[in-house]
């Protein structure tokens, strides 16, 4: 399933109380757990301003359904082309 990165500008959500971002972990839990929504929520960072969501998703629209769902804004969603790790680093030959 193709995997989507998903940014959303919010306001001071770096310095929200840890259990305003539990309750907005637990929304979209609810949400994305539907069968129907064929979404997995893999994880998010929290920078001071944003959020970066990485989901799988069969498609771009399903995913700004869900998040419509969940009450969360969409600044951008992008499709993971590759996935660079620091372990898949080659030793000399």
Same mark, same amino acid.
């Given at each position: 399933?193709?995997?989507?990165?998903?940014e959303?500008?919010?306001?001071g959500?770096g310095s929200?109380?840890?259990?305003?971002l539990?309750a907005?972990a637990?929304?979209?839990?609810?949400?994305?757990n539907?069968?129907v929504a064929?979404v997995?929520w893999l994880?998010s960072f929290? !920078?001071d301003?944003k !959020?970066?969501c990485?989901y799988?998703?069969?498609?771009?629209?399903?995913l700004?359904?869900?998040?419509?769902r969940a009450?969360l804004?969409?600044?951008?969603? +992008?499709r993971?082309t590759s996935v660079?790790? +620091?372990?898949?680093?080659?030793?000399?030959?």
């Open positions: 399933m193709p995997q989507f990165v998903i959303r500008e919010i306001v959500v929200l109380p840890a259990a305003t539990d907005m637990k929304k979209t839990r609810e949400v994305v539907d069968p064929s997995q994880y929290v !920078t301003d !959020t970066y990485v799988l998703a069969p498609d771009e629209e399903v700004r359904q869900c998040s419509e009450g804004p969409i600044s951008r969603v +992008s993971v660079l790790d +620091s372990a898949d680093e080659k030793e000399p030959e």
